[in-house]
């Protein structure tokens, strides 16, 4: 019995000799596939068996299973052919609503032995949202004194798709007094400007229509129009004049809602309804416009939205002040929105190993756990610690993942069980930290001999 015991012994030190070895050199290749985005689900992304060199024998063996980065399980392995698939239909404008490129990661975790294996999914767009302006008629009031060449901002298409598949051109109807200047702005978006080309006569004609289309680059393209209607007023000889060209504010991702922001001024010398600014947004996008509130009679702008820097690190607004015959100016409004630490650091266990031998070797893996942290800079930096005096080390291994593996020899007649509780804390000025608990059986093996106790009779 002892040598039979011995020997099972030897057996677990070798397995899990193997099982160190698997995790250290895990992560070694990332595995890397595209997937357009709309796909049905259960769509075929990749036969990972064949990309690894496995048979789908062999993953069923090592208990192979895929998981997702994020609170949601958007892949699905079959242990019987290898395929991964998606679990659901993807929307890469839902998924990544502000990049230009929309990737999913996940890992593929072996557990016989263990092994952690990188894995990423570009989702492509495809040309499935066409532009679209926020308002299908736009007024626009010109003095019939203002001199040809003169220009005036139109209100931006707004298309969800990126790359080729957003918005590439502006077009303008036929007709005798206007012209289409085209720009790009910060962050590479299209704009459209009127010219005027010739001057306009109030008493000839009151008011003009013309038909604005914003195409994409899709193949085929997408459109969408508005109506530009061209009021044309009684002189007004003098335009309100911004304080300035720019307005530029730095604001706490924090700021509550209500809270000021600044206010835009524009001075026309003008007396009665001339003399009088109103004020708006325009070339301002709608997600901009959710979160701050411009007071038309003030000028001041407000924040009415949950600000989040991990979402939008700055915004761009156009404001526009016209006074009461039709003149108008326009100021720009850049706000840079501040990270603070507003997130905890995010502890998710991978693979845990509930019991093992007390004559485990020092540096046996116990658990797999990653740490994820949404916030920036320091604020998004974390450290791992355990707490109290225990048999067990942290080591960081890739990605924020960390192996708990024993430190020293255990002995179940001392200790037969541990409840080891891993904090999890970032750098932030105020510190958020998180906990997880691991409950870890330490199992008997043959290592004491019995004993006689010695009675006198």
């Known amino acids: ?22 995790v250290c050199q895990s992560g070694a290749e990332t595995l890397r596939y595209s997937l357009a985005e709309e796909m049905e689900r259960d769509s075929f992304v990749a036969n990972i068996a064949k990309d690894l060199g496995f048979s789908p024998s062999q993953l069923a063996a090592r208990k192979a299973r895929v998981v997702s980065e994020g609170n949601e399980q958007l892949f699905r392995l079959s242990q019987n052919t290898g395929v991964l698939a998606v679990t659901e239909s993807l929307d ?17 975790f072996f557990e016989n032995p263990l092994q952690l294996i990188r894995g990423e999914v ?33 209100e931006s298409a707004q298309d969800k798709d990126v790359g080729s598949n957003g918005l590439q051109n502006y077009s303008l109807g036929s007709n005798s007094h206007f012209s289409l200047a085209l720009g790009t702005g910060k962050g590479g978006v299209k704009y459209a400007e ?15 229509n ?33 304080s300035r060209e720019v307005y530029e504010v730095r604001l706490a991702e924090n700021s509550p809602p209500e809270q000021p922001v600044l206010r835009v001024t524009a001075a026309d010398p003008d007396e009665g309804s001339y003399g009088k600014v109103r004020y708006a947004f325009t070339q301002t996008s709608e997600r901009s416009r959710q979160l701050f509130e411009l007071n038309p009679a003030t000028g001041e702008i407000r924040v009415s939205g949950n600000l989040d820097f991990e979402t939008a690190k700055d915004h761009e607004m156009v404001v526009r002040a016209t006074d009461g015959g039709g003149l108008s100016a326009h100021c720009k409004v850049q706000v840079e929105v501040l990270d603070v630490n507003d997130n905890a650091p995010e502890i998710a266990l991978t693979s845990l190993t509930a019991s093992i031998p007390e004559d485990a070797p020092p540096q046996t893996v116990v658990a797999l756990f990653s740490v994820r942290d949404r916030d920036s800079g320091d604020n998004g930096r974390t450290e791992c610690s355990i707490e109290g005096d225990l048999p067990f080390s942290l080591t960081a291994t890739f990605d924020n993942y960390y192996e708990l593996r024993t430190n020293a020899a255990l002995d179940r007649e001392r200790t037969a069980q541990y409840n080891i509780t ?34 006198v009779y």
Do not use: H
């Open 1 to 22: 019995m002892a040598c039979g015991s011995r020997s099972g012994g030897s057996k677990r030190q070798v397995i899990l000799f193997i099982l160190c070895v698997c």
């Open 210 to 242: 013309l038909l604005l289309t914003a195409t994409d680059g899709g193949s085929p393209p997408r459109s969408g129009t508005a109506q530009v209607r061209i009021v044309v007023m009684d002189a007004n000889d003098n335009t309100p004049v911004f």
């Open 92 to 108: 890469r404008e839902a998924i990544c609503p502000q990049s230009d490129t929309c990737t999913l990661f996940f890992k593929i």
């Open 194 to 208: 009127l010219v005027l080309e010739r001057q306009l006569d109030r008493e000839e004609q009151r008011e003009l």
């Open 422 to 455: 891993i904090t999890a804390m970032d750098w932030g000025r105020r510190r958020l930290s998180s906990r997880e608990s691991i409950f870890v059986q330490i199992s008997d093996v043959n290592d004491n001999s019995p004993q006689f106790t010695q009675e």
């Open 122 to 154: 570009e989702v492509r767009d495809v040309n499935d949202n066409p532009p679209v302006f926020p308002q299908k008629e736009m007024v626009i009031e010109i003095l019939e004194t203002t001199s040809p060449g003169s220009r005036f901002p139109l």
